[in-house]
């Protein structure tokens, strides 16, 4: 019986009606299954008496099909929903970080506290040295020099459409960037940190960011264009991504090898994560319009963000893909 109502279920509710009874199987305690969709013209006599017959068991195979049916849809439902994607984890909230302390260069009129000096000394590198090394929140550090800052520079990931980028990669030098001191700090008073760095002589300027939200929780970020889309060259002359932009973009998500998670992060949120990296700035609701809504996506493993670029090359609605999986 189980494995005759299995089949009725494949076909659906509407093959209720569909049990073809023939004339050898009256005796046989399970109805014979027919793909037929007809009974022929004497269908209804033949039906008719088969059921007054057998009530009890079509009644059975009926409830059958019905529960099969049922959970086939609910299934499909099922499947919808856990191809929609997640909210954004509550945390945790990263309360590390990173700085950068850029040192004075030689003519350098951009600073106003290198402005009427030269280069950065040997000895006032070692005080910059001695601060990092005894200050209780500096978790390590390096010195940056000006051709590694170069060369990190064109080891960033570029889009295809920031021709920007491209042009300053075509005539950047080791000369035009900062040695720097870089390093990663754990909790702490990172503002007397700052000040201590700052106060130094040869030193151009000072960063402290908060570890970024979504490393460690994704790792690929898919931004969509925001309400004023200015800040993304592909976003220029449009407005926000559509409810159908979005949805073209997550099924293409779904369409990337081994998707493990998918995030969907609104504008608040958004807002929420840059008041944290950027601590120190007054961020305000009034950049919420700057904010772009995205997806991030926790794969199997580590994205190859080039490949992944050019799936999303042209597609409308799409700011920016970044890796967010690094160091």
């Given at each position: 019986?189980?494995?005759?109502?299995?089949?009725?279920?494949?076909?659906?509710?509407a093959?209720v009606?569909?049990?073809?009874?023939?004339?050898?199987?009256?005796d046989?305690?399970?109805?014979a299954?027919?793909?037929e969709l007809?009974?022929g013209?004497?269908?209804?006599?033949?039906l008719?008496g088969?059921?007054r017959a057998?009530?009890?068991?079509?009644?059975?195979?009926?409830?059958?099909?019905?529960l099969?049916a049922g959970?086939s849809?609910?299934?499909?439902?099922?499947?919808?929903?856990?191809?929609?994607p997640l909210s954004?984890?509550d945390?945790?909230?990263p309360?590390?970080?990173?700085?950068?302390?850029?040192?004075c260069?030689g003519g350098?009129?951009?600073?106003?506290a290198c402005?009427?000096?030269?280069?950065?000394?040997?000895e006032e590198?070692?005080?910059v040295?001695?601060?990092?090394?005894?200050?209780p929140?500096?978790k390590?550090?390096?010195?940056?020099t000006?051709?590694?800052?170069?060369?990190?520079f064109?080891a960033?990931?570029?889009?295809?459409?920031?021709?920007?980028?491209?042009?300053?990669?075509?005539?950047i030098?080791?000369?035009?960037?900062?040695?720097?001191?870089?390093?990663?700090?754990?909790?702490?008073d990172?503002?007397?940190?700052?000040r201590?760095l700052?106060?130094?002589p040869?030193?151009?300027r000072v960063?402290?960011?908060?570890?970024?939200f979504?490393?460690?929780?994704?790792?690929?970020?898919?931004a969509l264009?925001?309400q004023?889309?200015e800040?993304y060259?592909?976003?220029?002359?449009?407005?926000?991504?559509s409810?159908?932009?979005?949805d073209?973009?997550?099924?293409?998500?779904?369409?990337l090898?081994?998707?493990?998670a998918v995030?969907?992060?609104?504008?608040?949120?958004?807002?929420?994560?840059?008041?944290h990296?950027?601590?120190?700035?007054?961020v305000t609701n009034?950049d919420?319009?700057n904010?772009?809504?995205?997806y991030?996506?926790k794969?199997a493993?580590p994205?190859v963000?080039?490949?992944?670029?050019?799936?999303?090359?042209?597609?409308?609605g799409?700011?920016?893909?970044?890796?967010v999986?690094?160091?």
């Amino acid at each position: 019986m189980s494995r005759k109502t299995g089949d009725l279920g494949g076909l659906g509710v509407a093959r209720v009606v569909s049990v073809h009874v023939s004339p050898d199987s009256q005796d046989s305690p399970e109805p014979a299954v027919s793909e037929e969709l007809s009974f022929g013209d004497d269908r209804e006599p033949r039906l008719g008496g088969w059921l007054r017959a057998h009530r009890g068991l079509v009644g059975v195979v009926a409830v059958s099909v019905l529960l099969l049916a049922g959970v086939s849809v609910g299934g499909w439902v099922l499947y919808q929903r856990s191809r929609q994607p997640l909210s954004p984890p509550d945390g945790p909230w990263p309360q590390t970080g990173t700085f950068s302390a850029f040192l004075c260069q030689g003519g350098d009129t951009a600073s106003e506290a290198c402005s009427d000096r030269g280069a950065v000394t040997a000895e006032e590198k070692q005080a910059v040295a001695a601060v990092l090394n005894t200050s209780p929140v500096v978790k390590d550090f390096h010195f940056e020099t000006q051709e590694e800052a170069l060369a990190n520079f064109r080891a960033l990931p570029v889009a295809e459409e920031d021709h920007a980028h491209e042009a300053l990669l075509d005539t950047i030098e080791a000369a035009d960037l900062p040695e720097s001191y870089r390093g990663a700090i754990g909790p702490g008073d990172w503002r007397a940190l700052k000040r201590r760095l700052e106060a130094l002589p040869g030193v151009s300027r000072v960063y402290v960011f908060r570890d970024y939200f979504w490393r460690g929780k994704a790792d690929l970020s898919i931004a969509l264009c925001p309400q004023a889309g200015e800040s993304y060259e592909r976003c220029e002359g449009r407005g926000a991504a559509s409810q159908t932009d979005k949805d073209d973009v997550l099924g293409r998500i779904y369409a990337l090898p081994g998707v493990e998670a998918v995030y969907f992060e609104d504008r608040a949120h958004a807002l929420k994560v840059w008041r944290h990296v950027w601590w120190e700035r007054a961020v305000t609701n009034r950049d919420l319009p700057n904010m772009p809504e995205a997806y991030y996506v926790k794969l199997a493993a580590p994205p190859v963000i080039r490949d992944i670029r050019k799936s999303f090359a042209g597609v409308a609605g799409v700011a920016e893909v970044s890796d967010v999986s690094g160091p």
